[in-house]
């Protein structure tokens, strides 16, 4: 089983629809987590941090689960311009291990 | 900007030639640094953890022999692909962990057409 797992759609949406990702983590001593996004034939990029209690950035919105161990991204709206790959990553904090998912695909049309 | 360079962009060489990539960071020390390989249409894969003043750990199936790794600095790290051959062609990029934040920061990546 992969430390990080993510499922990998593809997800395609209409613009305007709401869609959301989760990433299960198997070690529980993770501690920061965040969503970056890829786009084709580019470096991932961050998009937001996680935190506990849950952080919200314009459409976008995270959330951690430690009981459970999983993060979620939601994004509401969605614009033609969010088609890209979402990666979840997760760090163990002062261990210098950051592993992240394969990736979910997003794929909005018109 | 950019906090990690990662050189040069695009390479072009013949089956044969050895291709030194560079992963610069900018604007912390990156005691860690890791170097992905990705193939068209696929997920990144983690190929090494560079880590500075030490050796590298590679990912298994990763050979070291052939894909080495030089962590010399707290803000520089190369991956020198030897010998290389039309299978090595793939994008390559790296990332460093900002310590402080726990961010991870990737280079641009380096294009590889090996013919």
């Known amino acids: 089983r992969k430390e990080v797992e993510q499922d990998p759609g593809p997800f395609n949406v209409p613009e305007g629809a709401t869609v959301a990702f989760n990433c299960t983590y198997s070690n529980s001593a993770s501690q920061s987590f965040f969503w970056y996004r890829q786009d084709c034939r580019k470096e991932p990029k961050l998009l937001m941090s996680v935190y506990s209690s849950g952080n919200e950035d314009g459409r976008f919105t995270a959330q951690l689960n430690r009981a459970s161990q999983y993060i979620s991204l939601l994004i509401r709206d969605s614009k033609l311009s969010d088609s890209a790959t979402y990666l979840c990553v997760v760090n163990v904090f002062n261990a210098g291990k950051s592993t992240f998912g394969d990736g979910t695909t997003l794929t909005v049309k018109p | 900007g950019a906090v990690v360079s990662q050189h040069p962009s695009r390479v072009i060489c013949k089956s044969g030639t050895s291709v030194k990539i560079e992963c610069r960071s900018l604007?912390?020390?990156?005691?860690?640094m890791f170097w992905y390989r990705q193939f068209p249409k696929q997920s990144l894969m983690l190929m090494a953890t560079?880590?500075?003043?030490?050796?590298?750990?590679?990912e298994q199936g990763v050979e070291k022999d052939k894909f080495l790794i030089n962590h010399a600095s707290l803000t520089l790290s190369t991956l020198t692909v030897t010998s290389a051959h039309p299978e090595d062609s793939s994008f390559y990029i790296c990332?460093?962990?900002?310590?402080?934040?726990?961010?991870?920061?990737f280079g641009s990546g380096t294009q590889l057409s090996v013919l």
């Open positions: 990332s460093a962990l900002d310590r402080g934040n726990e961010k991870l920061f």
């Open positions: 604007d912390f020390q990156a005691t860690t």
């Open positions: 560079s880590n500075e003043g030490s050796k590298a750990t590679y």
